[in-house]
């Protein structure tokens, strides 16, 4: 029984994408213009292949072999050294590079308007009516500008495992939202649709950090370390590659479909208490995935939210006064919230051991949506917690010592308990490669209870879900 290809999303790289990682990382480093070229950070990836019967044909330039007798090819996302097309990795799904194209063209016309502007701006050139012309050349700045991303998207054209073919806008469209700039020029896409385009069936794949050093964020966290692997973006890479793997036999590793409603805890006629599954968005987001509250058999309004990888005990509002009311307890800290997390021991924490952490947060603004500790600026992020079970004897998961931890929030930040666990506790969660944890199907995370008061009766309600983990 041949293996599923790998899911983007969460995965656990193959062994023999490891190795095809490894070969690309030496001939990265032992080149030296394109190591310099690439050590600020580059996304890379590779893709192990088997050519089919009847292709179209592929470059035998771009084909590397591993020892074994494996197949694969490897791209980079974005351009390198302004440049994107570079020996030994697969072309871009669409040259913009191209001088005498398109987009060169019109991008030197809208180039030449802003420096038009810049003039104006700094007098070097006068109008009889300064604002007057500076806001019909923003505006016709603007115009062009939308025009040109419109052609581009269209002009990108990629392909699916059951070699249809659609535009990148088309593709966006059809879940209604606008493709981000930069959308189909990561690695995974161009490695796919060269797949698609050139008789090679996809085997496995993964895409990896390359830069001239790594180091540790202000949290304490891990950030992007050199040669580690890491997931395709939810915004550029969600829609595209959903839309791309359709045909392919995919190792998704949350257990639901497009077809899954979560189960209802409770509900009357001004609330629903839900029991979201790990992986599933709370409310509709930017990678076109149907979120929780679609799911749901009756229109529903979000009052807080889970990480679309944590499961658990979540409440919903079925009218605007409900929500508006419950919203109000949130922020006034009247709802009370525990939850559980398999974490990794790394700090010998042990069964009993109690304590609060207190370390203040705020979004790390050049890797989002990852957040840091910062004592200057963050905001006031405050965790209490209980060690529930200790594996000090170190024969846990794959042999490695755990321990599970139940968690209670006092504040309610972006990742709190991600980065308090990490960064505070010294253990990350299990399956939470975003800081430092080690790769696992699934993030160990799950909302146990939650406790609020009825938005009419104001009497206390309580919900509890007992978590999943089996060590």
């Keep these: 029984m041949s293996r599923k290809f790998t899911y983007p999303f969460r995965y656990d790289p193959a062994p023999e994408v490891k190795a095809a990682a490894a070969v690309t990382l030496e001939h990265i480093d032992s080149t030296p213009w394109l190591r310099e ?34 197949c694969f090819i490897a791209a980079f996302s974005g351009n ?31 180039n030449a308007v802003g420096r038009e502007i810049a003039a104006i701006e700094s007098g070097e ?54 493709p981000p700039g930069g959308t189909g020029d990561c690695a995974a896409p161009k490695l796919l649709d060269y797949a698609f385009t050139h008789g090679l069936r996809p085997v496995s794949m993964g895409e990896f950090w390359y830069c001239a050093d790594s180091g540790l964020g202000t ?22 590659l959903r839309w791309m793997l359709q045909g392919v036999d995919t190792d998704n590793p949350y257990g639901f479909d497009d077809s899954t409603v979560p189960a209802i805890l409770w509900e009357d006629s001004s609330l629903m208490v839900v029991d979201k599954p790990a992986g599933m968005l709370c409310v509709p987001g930017k990678d076109g995935q149907i979120s929780m509250v679609e799911r749901l058999p009756q229109p529903c309004f979000a009052v807080h939210r889970l990480d679309m990888d944590t499961s658990g005990v979540i409440l919903t509002a079925k009218t605007l006064r ?21 974490v990794e021991n790394r700090t010998g924490l042990t069964e009993g051991q109690t304590g609060t ?26 965790t209490e917690y209980s060690v529930l079970w200790s594996n000090a004897a170190n024969s846990g998961q794959d042999g490695k010592a755990l321990a599970i931890v139940r968690f209670k929030p006092l504040t309610g930040r972006t990742h709190q308990l991600r980065v308090h666990a990490a960064a505070g506790l010294g253990c990350p969660i299990l399956g939470d490669i975003l800081y430092g944890g080690t790769y696992y199907r699934r993030l160990c995370l799950h909302a146990e209870s939650i406790s609020f008061l009825h938005p009419l009766t104001e009497e206390r309600m309580s919900f509890s879900v007992p978590h999943p983990f089996t060590i």
């Design 125 to 178: 050139i006068c109008s009889g009516d300064i604002t007057e012309a500076l806001g019909e050349l923003r505006q016709k700045r603007k115009t062009m500008s939308d025009s040109l991303q419109k052609w581009i998207f269209s002009s990108y054209r990629v392909h699916n495992g059951s070699r249809e073919e659609k535009s990148i806008s088309e593709i966006f469209e059809m879940k209604g939202l606008v």
């Design 80 to 110: 390198i050294g302004e440049m994107n097309l570079i020996e030994g990795f697969v072309p871009p799904v669409f040259d913009l590079l191209d001088p005498k194209g398109y987009f060169k063209t019109e991008e030197a016309r809208i």
């Design 322 to 342: 409900a929500q508006s009311t419950l919203r109000k307890q949130f922020e006034a800290r009247e709802v009370s919230k525990s939850y559980v997390a398999v």
């Design 357 to 382: 952490i207190s370390l203040p947060m705020r979004p790390d603004i050049e890797d989002r949506p990852r957040q840091i500790v910062d004592f200057t600026y963050g905001k006031e992020a405050v």
């Design 219 to 240: 949290s304490g966290t891990e950030k992007k370390v050199k040669g580690e692997f890491y997931p395709s973006c939810s915004s550029k890479c969600g829609p595209l």
């Design 37 to 70: 070229a690439a050590g600020e950070g580059k996304m890379f990836g590779v893709l192990i292949v088997e050519p089919e019967e009847g292709g179209i044909g592929y470059d035998e330039g771009l084909m590397h072999r591993l020892p074994d007798g494996k």
